[in-house]
């Protein structure tokens, strides 16, 4: 089977977060300028979205409820319930909490559950214009059943996350380290210890900054390379690039598995005004299939 990208939405300015449902069989994700969340059918076809109050990092549904998603907006982690209709009115369940208070130029960037439903989420300082960013201002932070608290600070640009429950590890990037982040991850409490690098794309001289990432059932990683056009397969015990995948876009900002069998990978892309503007299909959702691969359920939030 060939690998094929095939474009499934119209651009956005800031695609970011997608996320897998398998209840819905649908693709969440959103536009973080726009102050939008999006859901898309592959059934059918169908991609609506809803506005929310303010840039809107991630989404992520939340375990047992109906139509409820955790969301990181501005600096506030919140549940609402949406019914994934077109522009239809959201409503805030629950206010989970606000980070870096004594930061104000932050917002929150990515954010992913652990295997066991734990929320974890980073910040990033300010990116003003596109592309040019306040360094060392955000800070990481996870909440479950003890509460919202900061993991490690300072970060600067709070991106992907991946974890590999048989190996005990999980894997972090602050995009502006150009690296990628390896912590023994502790499974029963969630901590994490030992960081180490397994990546580093300068150093591969492959072009771009390491955003959003997921992981196949074979332990390799998924990179969404911002400015670099593709998204890469890497080996994380050699940190070799095992393949990869031109996307036609440059601003490709993160990937997941999803899809009945897991095995289609979604990449969602920017066309934010960095250096020239980004003709379509820049911004776009796109959907990958053909890789031979395939990636693990992607994981709902556990409401503590
Ligand atoms: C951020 C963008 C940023 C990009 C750079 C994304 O996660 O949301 O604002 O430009 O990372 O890689
Ligand atoms: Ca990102």
Known sequence: MSIKVEKITDPLVLGEGPHWDE????????????????????????????????????????EGAINQFVVGVERRFL????????????????????????????????GKADPR????????????????????????????????????????????????????????????????RRYDYNIETGEISNKTYIFDIKEKGQEGIPDGMTIDTDGNIWLAVFQGSCVLKIDPNTGKILQKVPIPAQQVTSVTFGGPNYDILFVTTASMNIGGVQEPPCGST?????LGVKGYPNVNFKLP
């Open 79 to 110: 549940v609402v319930e949406w019914d994934g209709q077109e522009g239809s009115q959201t409503r805030i369940v629950k206010d989970l909490g606000e980070v870096d208070q004594d930061v104000p130029s932050t917002r929150i960037n990515d």
């Open 23 to 62: 209840k819905q069989q649908a693709l969440f994700f959103v536009s973080i300028h726009e102050c939008t969340i999006h859901r898309y059918l592959p059934a059918t076809g169908e991609h609506t979205k809803t506005k929310l109050d303010g840039r809107v990092g991630f989404i992520v549904p939340v």
């Open 286 to 290: 796109f959907m990958v299939t053909g």
């Open 117 to 180: 439903g734990r929320l974890f989420a980073g910040t990033m300082g300010a990116e003003d214009p596109p592309g040019s960013f306040q360094m060392d201002k955000g800070s990481f932070y996870r909440i479950d059943s003890r509460g919202l608290v900061k993991v490690c600070s300072p970060i600067s640009l709070s991106n992907g996350l991946a974890w590999d429950v048989q190996k005990g590890a999980m894997y972090y990037i602050d995009s502006l380290e150009y690296k990628i």
